[in-house]
């Protein structure tokens, strides 16, 4: 469903990091693990389009992402990944429905309220559309943006440290809520971290080196 090959990433002058090539199964969940520096979120941004590699290439189904043009890209992630960050990312001068709208807007998707009603729910957020950002608690934002990853039904969820600054109680919380809607979604889910208590939980685990550095 997902394949790497031949990857490799450079920052300006940097010398460049190589990866591993890499398969993921549709609904497979696992990790990119590694010591701080190794490449994990640039792998991360790679596989989301986000970031152009230097060389390789990153197959979803039988999309290969860096031949599509930079808007096909776009829209392309719009509707099939779904990003999680560390911190949620939203627009606090919005609700989190007009949030979520921007999800739909960037796919290319019509507004489909009652979607944004039905994810919100499955996310425990169901009273909190009309909400602003501002107003959510840490944990509601953070349920927030993953409403706002999932929304378009992804084949991939890429989430970047999402329990890096949580107690052991919510990291699992958090890892066991991800876990629930990749399978509600059969999306695969990959987890970049160095948290090593999600290993327990998620044992496939692509390691990234420092020396491939
Ligand atoms: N925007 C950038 N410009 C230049 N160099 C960068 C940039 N982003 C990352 N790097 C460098 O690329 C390398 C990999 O960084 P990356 O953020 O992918 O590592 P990481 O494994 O996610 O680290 P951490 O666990 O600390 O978040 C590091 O040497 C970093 O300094």
């Not at 190589?18 to 993921?24: L, T």
């Not at 990153?58 to 719009?78: E, I, P």
């Not at 929304?151 to 969820?157: A, D, E, S, Y």
């Amino acid at each position: 469903m997902l394949q790497i090959k031949g990857l490799s990433a450079a920052y300006s002058e940097q010398k460049a990091i190589h990866f591993p090539d890499w398969k993921v199964a549709k609904g497979e969940h696992c990790l990119i693990l590694g010591s701080s520096g190794c490449g994990k979120t640039t792998l991360l941004h790679i596989i989301g389009g986000l970031l152009q590699p230097k060389a390789g290439e990153v197959l979803l189904d039988n999309t290969s992402l860096y031949q599509l043009k930079a808007h096909q890209r776009d829209l392309y992630r719009g509707q099939n990944i779904g990003l999680i960050f560390q911190k949620p990312h939203l627009i606090d001068s919005l609700t989190v429905k007009e949030n979520l709208y921007t999800a739909q807007y960037f796919a290319g998707l019509p507004q489909d309220e009652k979607r944004i009603q039905e994810v919100l729910h499955e996310l425990n957020l169901g009273d909190k559309l009309n909400a602003r950002t501002f107003e959510l608690s840490q944990g509601e934002a953070q349920r927030a943006s993953i409403a706002r990853a999932l929304l378009n039904r992804p084949k991939v969820i890429l989430a970047d440290e999402p329990t890096a600054s949580l107690d052991d109680d919510n990291c699992h919380a958090v890892v066991q809520l991800l876990q629930r809607e990749a399978r509600l979604y059969q999306a695969a889910l990959i987890i970049a971290t160095h948290d090593q208590r999600i290993k327990e939980v998620i044992p496939e685990v692509l390691q990234l080196d420092k020396q491939l550095a």
